[in-house]
């Protein structure tokens, strides 16, 4: 699972190599290794992670050990949430679950984050008909509201296998015009600051201008929305699964546990709720980072 | 310091707006930082102080404390008295306080094209006070308004009545500015650097109208400045502040002559005047002090070229050198005047 | 402002033109066969593919295609279920339901979060604001289906206070799925409102208005909050996406029979032509509100009105 090794490179900003601006990252670190937000939210994180990445450390039962005589049994010694429609183990499987759901987040925040990065940096930074034409496809596909186009593009083609890597291009498909948009904006802000005019007085060149000027100060608002996306797509994920074109067994997501017990929510909650707490868990712990990391780069905005 | 009357007004002595040892701090990671360190001045009906000083010396946070517009937090207004006509407004609640507002003292702020809403009309937004607080009706209050436009000599009052401020120069803007602090003729005006985001012709014209406003109502008016051309020009007395404190006052005949303050000196020095061939200006060496760093000594002794070592030991307090001319300084004044002038 | 209005409008045509020619081409020009994509699952019986070959002139050029298709669009031709139902037709009777859900939805948004939004601005670091930023950073996390089944079990189960499910009850049957889907946005729209009051607030021009005697509530609601609403107003239109495709859940979870739940239905069955009608539809409503916003916005700042 190559994505996670970069989940670890977002959890710490600070790793991000800046020589010349070693002061700002330096107090980056700082603000943030005294914000408490910040240690549960990486506490919340490497938890996730782990059970991704060793799902069988936390599991108590095996996900794909499933009693249909014991169909939605409920929680007891053994059985924390109980067990769902097809008897097996809620907990288990929502342990299991963590894989898929961190995965897709991660991939799809990457690929929109890069894709978008650098739609909306080009845009930001060219100006002129580079910046309209960019401008006029970002708009075009922000039109499509990401969750209808995804769902166009997923029932027009199906989900082989699992489905994984299809999800994975729907959602980026749609997903990347939102991050080109406040690129677009921090870059061109960045660009119109006096400083770059003073660069360009002392004969900086444009691309020594773009890397020490522009990069650094565009990168936080970047960083933030990458950040934030994570919970936001991994959220997508499961409704798009929810909704029965996502993915497919034998893969376990929040999502698809939630498709298979909505059904019968109304006289066993536990084989959804179980998934839907791990999933809030997940997305309130981005949202967190998201925070901690805006205010601790730009320490103005924090109340 | 309330017992100083510059002006022999034994009549009475109770000023018109009266600052005494305000005392203001930041709440800092590192234990509160002291800003205003027993500022005290006053202001008489018809006057005009001047109150003089870099930024960061605590005369701009003096206004806003007499406003009552300073966050608190972070700010906490730890000690002294404001009083207008006698009545402390520190200890006034909220109501009484906002009656004083504009009503008692108005204010002129620095940015006028950040001083006007940007969404609302320029002649609605002076006259909202003649409505919401005087009660006169939308007609009364538009005449008014625009017979105050014209005041602060606003040409086509009528039409610029219904423009917006992006469409005013700045200079027009501080005249609307003016105007709706004067709605409803204030016995104080409090212009915190009124002329600083303006091109040097129309500052004349903004000072020029500040004085004539003044003459013709009879107000105080309190003008906040770094500029000591723009104090000789109008004021009468002059306070000059330095990290968070004032450290001369007098007339402005006496600071311009004889400075008793080697701070007062060195911003006078570093004036471009046409009636002195000296070739160069001297410029100020070093800078203010970090407020909080120090707490012993006279925080001016970095940059005094008289500095001993009384200024390290001890802070020195306001004394009255001459009449109505009060300096904290450890050297004499006349000591102080002599040195300077072989100085310079 | 009226160069201001004819460049807004034409963007916005430019934008559906853009964005009707993508789905189009997603379901139409991409790798694979068309007809086959079409039939779904099942085999492509010949006749069948016959029809869809002659419905959409697959044998002619691409931009002749589209300009079919956006033709049909115009005329309101969305093309037919496979049960033969006009999708157009079928997606009129239930736009009605859909835009009941949508007015709660907004409603609630704006109640809930812009006044969470100026309490928290207000009360900075009080109580107030404590728990509107617990409330919120709940509301960021848990997802809005979530929230959606708790209440149907507690409030509609086990309390009984509102209607589990469907349109029987008027009104009242549309508080807790219009509650749902403002969830959506809600603790956006009080963050955002916080931070550009909380902004605002520290203004000049408010100090200015503070400090010419106005009461409190005359600088917040006159000086301050009116430039702080702008970008929130903004905001709301941008979430209509978000709100269109989160009709799409949440009528399916409360079975409000609204064009949502067509799509939901559609997607899972795998039917196309219903799919694509609902997202032409979505995204002409999202380009007309953007249009709207962007019009309204004009009207708020003066600054753009003359530009």
Redesign the interface.
């Known amino acids: 699972m190559p994505e996670l090794v970069s989940a670890t490179g977002v959890m710490e900003p600070p790793a991000i190599p800046q020589r010349k601006r070693r002061g700002h990252w330096q107090a980056v670190r700082r603000r943030l290794s005294r914000s408490p937000l910040f240690y549960l939210s990486a506490t919340l994180l490497v938890v996730m992670v782990g059970m991704a990445a060793v799902p069988a450390l936390f599991a108590t039962a095996d996900p794909h050990d499933c009693d249909l005589g014991r169909t939605l049994a409920d929680a007891g010694a053994g059985q924390w949430l109980g067990r769902d429609l097809q008897g097996c183990d809620v907990f288990s499987r929502s342990v299991y679950g963590a894989r898929a759901s961190l995965g897709i987040g991660i991939a799809v925040s990457l690929v929109t984050g890069l894709l978008g990065g650098a739609v909306g940096a080009a845009a930001g930074y060219f100006g002129g008909w580079v910046d309209a034409t960019l401008s006029r496809i970002t708009e075009i596909f922000l039109a499509i509201p990401l969750l209808l186009g995804a769902s166009v593009l997923l029932t027009l083609f199906g989900t082989s296998g699992s489905g994984t890597w299809t999800v994975i291009i729907a959602l980026s498909v749609h997903g990347w015009p939102q991050v080109a948009r406040i690129t677009r904006s921090s870059v061109l802000e960045a660009k119109q600051q006096d400083y770059m005019l003073a660069a360009a007085a002392i004969g900086c060149s444009r691309l020594r201008a773009l890397a020490r000027h522009v990069v650094p100060n565009s990168l936080g608002p970047w960083l933030v929305v990458v950040t934030t996306n994570l919970g936001v797509f991994i959220t997508y994920e499961s409704i798009i699964s929810m909704l029965g074109i996502g993915l497919r067994p034998p893969t376990i997501s929040w999502g698809q546990m939630i498709h298979d017990a909505q059904a019968r929510f109304l006289e066993a909650p536990l084989p959804l709720l179980g998934p839907a707490v791990f999933l809030s868990v997940t997305v309130l712990a981005f949202i967190l980072l998201g925070d901690v990391v805006r205010d601790a780069l730009d320490p103005r905005s924090h109340s | 310091m309330s017992a100083a009357t510059p002006k022999g007004r034994a009549m009475t002595s109770e000023h018109l707006l009266e600052v005494h040892d305000l005392q203001v701090e930041f709440g800092g990671d590192d234990g509160p930082v002291p800003v205003l360190r027993g500022v005290s001045w006053h202001v008489d009906r018809g006057e005009t102080l001047a109150i003089l000083g870099e930024s960061g010396s605590g005369k701009s946070m003096t206004a806003q404390v007499i406003m009552g517009i300073l966050d608190t937090p972070p700010a906490r207004i730890s000690g002294g008295s404001v009083r207008w006509n006698g009545r402390d407004l520190l200890g006034l609640p909220e109501p009484a306080r906002r009656e004083v507002r504009g009503r008692g003292v108005g204010m002129v702020f620095q940015d006028s094209l950040s001083a006007l809403n940007p969404v609302l009309r320029v002649g609605p937004q002076i006259g909202e006070t003649l409505r919401t607080r005087l009660g006169l009706s939308r007609r009364e209050a538009r005449d008014r308004t625009v017979e105050l436009m014209r005041q602060v000599r606003i040409p086509d009052a009528e039409q610029r009545y219904r423009q917006y401020p992006h469409h005013f120069s700045g200079g027009m803007r501080q005249r609307a500015v003016i105007a709706m602090a004067l709605a409803l003729s204030p016995d104080v005006l409090i212009a915190d650097e009124p002329t600083t985001a303006l091109d040097a012709t129309v500052q004349v014209q903004i000072l020029r109208l500040l004085q004539a406003l003044q003459e013709e109502s009879g107000m105080g008016l309190v003008l906040i400045t770094h500029d000591f051309g723009a104090v000789a020009s109008i004021a009468d007395r002059v306070a000059v502040m330095y990290a968070g404190r004032v450290v001369e006052t007098g007339v402005v005949r006496d600071i311009f002559r004889r400075p008793a303050h080697p701070y007062t000196k060195a911003l006078l020095d570093a004036v471009p005047r046409a009636d002195r061939r000296a070739g160069r200006l001297a410029a100020l060496p070093g800078q203010p002090p970090v407020l909080g760093k120090e707490s012993t000594g006279c925080p001016f002794r970095f940059r005094c070229p008289l500095a001993e070592a009384v200024c390290e030991e001890r802070e020195p307090v306001l004394k009255e050198h001459a009449q109505g001319h009060w300096s904290a300084c450890h050297l004499g004044k006349d000591v102080i005047a002599d040195v300077l002038t072989a100085h310079s | 402002m009226p160069r201001y209005i004819t460049s807004r409008v034409l963007?916005a045509v430019?934008?559906?033109v853009?964005?009707t020619?993508?789905?189009f081409v997603?379901?139409f020009a991409?790798p694979?066969d068309p007809v086959q994509?079409l039939a779904g699952e099942r085999a492509a019986d010949p006749a069948f593919a016959e029809a869809i070959r002659a419905r959409y002139h697959l044998d002619e050029p691409l931009l002749q295609q589209y300009g079919r298709f956006l033709l049909g669009v115009v005329q309101g031709d969305l093309g037919q279920t496979y049960s033969g139902q006009d999708v157009a037709q079928m997606l009129g009777e239930r736009i009605w339901v859909s835009g009941q859900l949508a007015a709660f939805a907004l409603a609630f948004q704006i109640l809930i979060g812009v006044g969470a939004g100026i309490l928290s601005a207000l009360r900075?670091?009080g109580l107030a604001d404590t728990g509107v930023r617990i409330f919120t950073?709940a509301g960021?996390?848990?997802?809005f289906?979530?929230t959606a089944?708790?209440l149907?079990?507690v409030v509609g189960?086990k309390l009984g206070w509102l209607p589990?499910a469907g349109t029987e009850d008027g009104f009242l049957s549309y508080i807790m799925p219009g509650f749902v889907l403002g969830s959506l946005s809600t603790a956006y729209v009080a963050r955002l409102t916080r931070?550009q009051l909380?902004e605002a607030l520290?203004?000049?021009?408010v100090?200015?208005?503070?400090?010419?005697?106005?009461?409190?509530v005359?600088v917040v609601a006159?000086?301050a909050l009116?430039?702080s609403l702008?970008p929130v107003v903004t905001f709301l239109g941008?979430e209509v996406?978000?709100l269109?495709?989160?009709a799409?859940?949440t009528e399916s979870?409360f079975n409000l029979p609204g064009m949502g739940q067509a799509?939901?239905r559609?997607?899972?069955l795998?039917e196309?032509t219903t799919?694509?009608g609902?997202?032409t539809v979505?995204?002409l409503v999202?380009?007309v509100v953007?249009l709207l916003v962007d019009l309204l916005y004009a009207v708020?700042?003066?600054?753009i009105r003359?530009a």
């Open positions: 963007q430019l934008v559906l853009g964005a020619l993508v789905i997603i379901t991409l694979g994509a900075r670091n950073l960021l996390s848990i997802p289906f979530v089944y708790v149907q079990l189960v589990v931070g909380t520290r203004e000049d021009y100090r200015m208005a503070t400090s010419k005697g106005l009461t409190r005359r006159h000086h009116r430039n702008i941008l996406g978000a269109l495709s989160g799409v859940i979870i799509m939901a559609a997607v899972y795998g196309r799919v694509v609902v997202v979505f995204v999202y380009v953007n708020l700042d003066p600054r003359y």
